[in-house]
């Protein structure tokens, strides 16, 4: 049967205390929305529809794909009213997959065994110790016969502890159907999408109500305190799944990734890391500690010491980086390259065993093979308007201190002595110098404090 994916996303999110819609705060580096976006794409459905309301447009616009279809909630008037929205483009010959933008944790293979249940309706459910808050279900001989929301719960039915998740699953007609008999005589006078369930009972759908076994999977976000149990739930089995590939994490605790991280085998990841985006750590990679680390590559055997922050960076097998170095992107080293403390690397590429390992800024910048860059050596490679390029041959020897003042181009084996300002291309197996002569002023008097100044 063909699928549309209806994501409510309009509720107002008081409980959050922020100027951002609810849906929009990050979960794991990115909206919690996002994560039920991308679990109702990993079904493939023939469409998904988000309704939005409170905040709308920035929802919107955070989402620029343009297979969503956008359904404006303008008041809102409660689940039933939220899903009725989306219903003009949903065609009658499909089952409808209800998800909750704040229940961001969903499993894909949760979603697929509601799908899969075969039934009229299909209603997520979870056993939790604690029900307050949410809507109950009420059983009669294993069918669910309704739910009851929490503030309309008689005091037998409060004490069910099978709740609902609010995602369901039913077929189009009959969501349409039931959707137009919903009243809003409640004690939050609101249009409940699960009275539904009590109509279908009423007309013998069968509803089969599908508990899931791991309920944090179906926390539902509505303050800061559950979006920082969410984010820990998110974080554990994101560290539970590296472990699984075979790496070593120091404290799965302690480990934040925000993104998509592939691995090599027997790497190892100390505490405080955080990765971001695209990350691939390859064959024996270590990352120390507190490193922060975006869409990077880094290949075989590299280490990373404590205090490093690598974005848009990539690295060949043997490297070692750190503690305290800054790549930004376009950051290139070849194979056994060093970079040191207190190093920033832009846009430059550093050759085969070559090491910049103190206090240096490398932008713009091709360096060869086995060379040498002395501490706090620059490449000025922006002149106020325009960035330039520095070009160091193989073999090249940098002495420290020094300005490489860019366009400029140091040729193989040249050596460049410490504190040289270099301006002009240096020529290769030479020794450039470029400093004032240093001289001794005889008598020459150290100035003096006046008494006044004197302590
Ligand atoms: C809802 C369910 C409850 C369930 C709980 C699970 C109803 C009536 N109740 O209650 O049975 O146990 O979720 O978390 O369905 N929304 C809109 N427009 C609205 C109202 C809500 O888009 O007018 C969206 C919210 O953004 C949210 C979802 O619907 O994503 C659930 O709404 P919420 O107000 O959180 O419902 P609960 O009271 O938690
Ligand atoms: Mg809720």
């Known amino acids: 049967m063909p699928l549309s994916v209806i994501i409510l996303a309009a509720g107002l999110g008081k409980r959050m205390g922020s100027e951002v819609p609810k849906v929009l705060h990050p979960l794991a580096g990115r909206p919690m929305v ?49 899903v009725s929205q989306a219903m003009p483009g949903v065609p009658d010959n499909h089952t409808v997959l209800v998800l909750c933008g704040d229940v961001p944790l969903v499993r894909n ?52 502890t099978e709740v609902n998740t609010g995602l369901m699953a039913l077929r189009a007609a009959e969501l349409k159907r039931w959707l137009g008999r919903l009243r809003n005589d409640n004690s939050q006078g609101e249009y409940y999408l699960t009275d539904i369930i009590s109509m279908a009972f009423a007309e013998g759908v069968d509803v089969l109500g599908i508990q899931i076994d791991a309920p944090e999977e179906v926390l539902g976000i509505n303050d800061k305190m559950q979006l920082a149990e969410a984010e820990r739930s998110f974080q554990r089995a994101a560290a539970r799944d590296l472990m699984q590939k075979g790496v070593t994490v120091a404290d799965p605790d302690r480990l934040d990734i925000r993104g998509r991280v592939t691995v090599g085998s027997d790497v190892f990841i100390d505490v405080g890391v955080v990765l971001c985006g695209d990350v691939h750590l390859g064959d024996r990679t270590q990352i120390g500690p507190n490193c922060v680390i975006t869409n990077s590559r880094l290949g075989a055997d590299n280490i990373v010491h404590a205090n490093c922050v690598l974005e848009g960076a990539s690295t060949e097998a043997g490297c070692e980086i750190g503690p305290f170095a800054r790549f930004r992107p376009g950051a290139e080293l070849a194979s056994r390259a060093k970079v040191g403390n207190f190093v920033e690397v832009k846009k430059s590429c550093i050759g ?104």
């Open 352 to 455: 085969k065993g070559s090491k910049v390992n103190h206090l240096s800024y490398i932008g713009d910048t091709t360096i060869g093979a086995q060379v040498n860059v002395g501490a706090g050596t620059i490449t000025c490679n922006y002149d106020g308007a325009a960035k330039h390029k520095t070009t160091i041959g193989d073999g090249a020897f940098i002495g420290s201190g020094v300005m490489l003042v860019a366009p400029v181009e140091v040729g193989p084996g040249a050596t460049i002595g410490a504190g040289s300002t270099i301006t002009k291309d240096a020529p290769a197996e030479t020794l450039s110098v470029a400093r004032a002569r240093q001289t001794a002023v005889p008598g020459w008097q150290r100035p003096t404090k006046a008494k006044s100044e004197k302590e």
């Open 34 to 82: 996002a994560h039920v976006i991308e679990r109702a794409k990993e079904l493939a459905p023939d469409a998904i529809h988000v309704v939005y309301g409170h905040g709308g447009e920035r929802v919107r616009t955070a989402f620029p794909d343009a297979d969503i279809d956008w359904w404006l909630q303008q008041k809102q008037l409660g689940t039933g009213h939220a």
């Open 109 to 160: 293979a949760s979603l697929r065994r509601l799908l899969e249940a075969g039934s009229g309706v299909a209603v997520m459910t979870a056993k939790l110790r604690d029900p307050k808050g949410y809507g109950r279900i009420v059983r009669r001989e294993n069918k669910v016969v309704a739910i009851v929301e929490d503030r309309d719960a008689t005091p037998e039915q409060a004490k069910i």
